[in-house]
């Protein structure tokens, strides 16, 4: 099952500008993640953000989290050539017995130097 | 150092036969797991393990099989009842069991190709 499902699927942009990513989830959640993934890399968890937080920074990064609307936004702000990669939303659903995290599709975010 | 390793990167092997993915961390972490990605999608679970000796089956567990006899150990083997075995494997860890709470540490993925 897809839970998260990112927005938008490609998104090309040139250095210097800010890079914003959504994911909607269907179920309630306790918790949301955001990873990145390099091309043919595993993942790396960037920020996690709890279902009683709304916003939360780190570094270049910002993430809002609205549960009315059961979705999340990633902000990257003075992108870097060095952004360039996949990001994937990872939710855990409440109360479904599902012991693990649901990824999302993904956002392929390509940085133009 | 610390971390999660997968061997090999690069596998290939014939339809039919079966094949065994290595998938070893030193954090001292309960959970386990481990993705399947195709090209361009996301992350789909097969198993995951949230202590030794005990696993759950995930969204695509048909055609694939574990275990977790050690705590820094799970092997994922790809049997020949899985249809459509190529792809990029991932396995990851977490603190614990506790899904959400802690971040999941990923392994550098194997592709397997089967021809």
């Known amino acids: 099952s897809q839970q998260g499902e990112e927005d938008p699927q490609a998104l090309s942009i040139q250095e210097g500008e800010n890079a914003t990513m959504n994911c909607s989830y269907k179920?309630?959640?306790?918790?949301l993640q955001w990873y990145r993934q390099n091309s043919g890399r595993g993942l790396v968890h960037l920020i996690l953000?709890?279902?009683?937080?709304r916003e939360k920074h780190s570094g270049r990064l910002r993430v809002t989290l609205d549960t009315s609307k059961k979705s999340s936004s990633l902000l990257i702000t003075a992108s870097r050539a060095a952004d360039t990669a996949s990001y994937f939303c990872?939710?855990?659903?409440?109360?479904?017995?599902?012991?693990?995290?649901?990824f999302g599709s993904g956002t392929r975010l390509q940085v133009q130097p | 150092d610390g971390g999660i390793t997968q061997s090999p990167k690069y596998l290939f092997r014939k339809e039919g036969q079966n094949v065994t993915l290595s998938c070893e961390q030193n954090?001292?972490?309960?959970?386990m797991y481990w993705y399947r990605q195709d090209p361009g999608q996301g992350l789909r679970l097969i198993y995951y393990?949230?202590?030794?000796?005990?696993?759950q089956k995930g969204d695509i567990a048909e055609g694939y099989s574990v275990s977790r006899e050690k705590k820094e150990s799970f092997p994922l083997t790809v049997t020949s009842a899985q249809k459509n075995p190529t792809a990029f494997y991932l396995c990851?860890?977490?603190?614990?069991?506790?899904?959400?709470?802690?971040?999941?540490?990923f392994g550098p993925g194997t592709r397997l190709t089967v021809t």
């Open positions: 990851a860890s977490s603190k614990d069991g506790r899904v959400g709470i802690y971040e999941q540490y």
């Open positions: 179920t309630s959640i306790n918790n």
């Open positions: 954090l001292n972490h309960d959970a």
């Open positions: 953000i709890r279902s009683n937080e």
């Open positions: 990872a939710t855990d659903a409440v109360d479904t017995g599902r012991r693990a995290l649901t």
């Open positions: 393990s949230q202590i030794v000796n005990d696993f």
